[in-house]
């Protein structure tokens, strides 16, 4: 009789145990949304690669080490790049003195040019005085030339007559006689003055022609800075291109993974490291549609994660993604043969962590408890 009354006891004490459990199952999942679905992400995650290929030459972190922001992680062979380089600084140093030379040479050739251009000028402008001078001279002559001509013609004719002594006939005539010999002598330096200025025309023209060889060389060192521009772009690219065989942490963190190993020929955006930030860590829930109800941003989450059962983390809701897991589906299912069963959909709920500590990992599976509002 007594067994039977203990066994009635403990079965009525199981049952309030059991009534007691539920009840605080069913009263837990009504103040709070419960899912085992929820992992440890981050957006800090990125893949880093090199901008241009090439063989791999120093790796300079493991995977696990920390790293700080603008720290060297990796280096690329970069001696093609560096030849390149000098060679372009070469051809552009080589160019640069062509240049210089030219410009001098147009100096002088301008200046040369500028002096014999004033001398023809000068040459030009003092015959053409000279010619006028000469003209009035030979005009004034010629008025005497005549005078002294009729004079002559009226001596003669008195002299026949005998009215006037024979030397003041011959007096006249050598007068006139000296003005055509004078008038002679400046006609024919009049006509080499007119040479002498056509000359002068030409030379000038002669100027204005090779004056064109300025243009020349200015076509030349125009062509020339052109080059050089187009060089010190190249130069600039390949000095890029130096840079970017070395691999830096954009931000400080974690190597998650490290891809490569020395001496790897890798191609240009090929991932070397994933590097992570651990302060950047959240919680992504695949929370079903049944237990959104009471669910929204702000809400207080709590957070177990699987790697360690005895740590309770606090998060909050930031928020519930519009569109469910299966939308982004790669395989959509076809509903088109009336054959449907319902399904129960899952939303991504984003949880911001509260608390996190160093030796959380992206991928950690957790579970979590949103309380409801």
Same mark, same amino acid.
């Given at each position: 009789?007594?067994?039977?009354?203990?066994?009635?006891?403990?079965? @009525?004490?199981?049952?309030?145990?059991?009534?007691?459990?539920?009840?605080?199952?069913?009263?837990? /999942?009504?103040?709070?949304?419960?899912?085992?679905?929820?992992?440890?992400?981050?957006?800090?995650?990125?893949?880093?690669?090199?901008?241009?290929?090439?063989?791999?030459?120093?790796?300079?972190? /493991?995977?696990?080490?920390?790293?700080?922001?603008?720290?060297?992680?990796?280096?690329?062979?970069?001696?093609?790049?560096?030849?390149?380089?000098?060679?372009?600084?070469?051809?552009?140093?080589?160019?640069?003195?062509?240049?210089?030379?030219?410009?001098?040479?147009?100096?002088?050739?301008?200046?040369?040019?500028?002096?014999?251009?004033?001398?023809? =000028?000068?040459?030009?402008?003092?015959?053409?005085?000279?010619?006028?001078?000469?003209?009035?001279?030979?005009?004034?002559?010629?008025?005497?030339?005549?005078?002294?001509?009729?004079?002559?013609?009226?001596?003669?004719?008195?002299?026949?007559?005998?009215?006037?002594?024979?030397?003041?006939?011959?007096?006249?005539?050598?007068?006139?006689?000296?003005?055509?010999?004078?008038?002679?002598?400046?006609?024919?330096?009049?006509?080499?003055?007119?040479?002498?200025?056509?000359?002068?025309?030409?030379?000038?023209?002669?100027?204005?022609?090779?004056?064109?060889?300025?243009?020349?060389?200015?076509?030349?060192?125009?062509?020339?800075?052109? =080059?050089?521009?187009?060089?010190?772009?190249?130069?600039?690219?390949?000095?890029?291109?130096?840079?970017?065989?070395?691999?830096?942490?954009?931000?400080?963190?974690?190597?998650?993974?490290?891809?490569?190993?020395?001496?790897?020929?890798?191609?240009?955006?090929?991932?070397?490291?994933?590097?992570?930030?651990?302060?950047?860590?959240?919680?992504?829930?695949?929370?079903?549609?049944?237990?959104?109800?009471?669910?929204?941003?702000?809400?207080?989450?709590?957070?177990?994660?699987?790697?360690?059962?005895?740590?309770?983390? =606090?998060?909050?809701?930031?928020?519930?993604?519009?569109?469910?897991?299966?939308?982004?589906?790669?395989?959509? =299912?076809?509903?088109?043969?009336?054959?449907?069963?319902?399904?129960?959909?899952?939303?991504?709920?984003?949880?911001?962590?509260?608390?996190?500590?160093?030796?959380?990992?992206?991928? @950690?599976?957790?579970?979590?408890?949103?309380?409801?509002?």
């Amino acid at each position: 009789m007594r067994r039977k009354w203990v066994a009635t006891g403990i079965i @009525m004490a199981l049952i309030a145990l059991f009534s007691y459990l539920a009840y605080d199952f069913f009263t837990y /999942r009504s103040k709070y949304a419960v899912s085992d679905a929820a992992f440890i992400r981050s957006d800090s995650l990125s893949f880093l690669g090199f901008k241009v290929g090439g063989k791999v030459v120093h790796l300079t972190k /493991r995977e696990g080490e920390g790293v700080e922001a603008g720290e060297l992680l990796a280096r690329l062979d970069d001696r093609d790049f560096v030849l390149a380089k000098e060679g372009l600084e070469k051809e552009i140093a080589s160019l640069k003195e062509h240049n210089q030379a030219l410009r001098l040479k147009r100096e002088r050739v301008a200046k040369d040019l500028a002096i014999e251009l004033e001398l023809h =000028r000068n040459e030009y402008t003092a015959a053409s005085h000279q010619i006028a001078a000469l003209e009035a001279k030979i005009e004034g002559l010629r008025a005497r030339y005549e005078k002294v001509g009729a004079d002559a013609r009226r001596l003669e004719r008195l002299w026949e007559r005998r009215l006037i002594a024979r030397s003041d006939l011959e007096a006249a005539k050598s007068q006139r006689d000296y003005l055509a010999k004078e008038i002679a002598a400046l006609r024919q330096e009049l006509r080499a003055k007119r040479v002498q200025l056509s000359n002068a025309k030409l030379a000038i023209e002669a100027v204005k022609n090779k004056q064109k060889l300025l243009q020349e060389l200015d076509r030349q060192i125009e062509a020339g800075e052109d =080059r050089i521009e187009g060089l010190e772009k190249e130069l600039a690219q390949i000095e890029e291109k130096i840079g970017y065989c070395r691999l830096y942490a954009p931000f400080a963190g974690r190597i998650a993974k490290r891809f490569v190993n020395i001496e790897r020929v890798v191609e240009a955006g090929s991932p070397i490291y994933a590097l992570v930030d651990p302060s950047q860590l959240h919680v992504e829930v695949l929370l079903s549609e049944k237990k959104l109800r009471g669910v929204a941003p702000g809400n207080r989450v709590l957070i177990e994660v699987d790697a360690y059962p005895d740590r309770v983390y =606090r998060g909050r809701v930031e928020e519930i993604l519009p569109a469910s897991a299966a939308t982004f589906a790669l395989v959509p =299912r076809d509903i088109a043969s009336g054959e449907f069963t319902k399904l129960d959909q899952r939303f991504v709920v984003r949880i911001q962590l509260l608390n996190p500590t160093q030796d959380l990992r992206v991928g @950690m599976g957790a579970s979590v408890a949103i309380q409801r509002k």
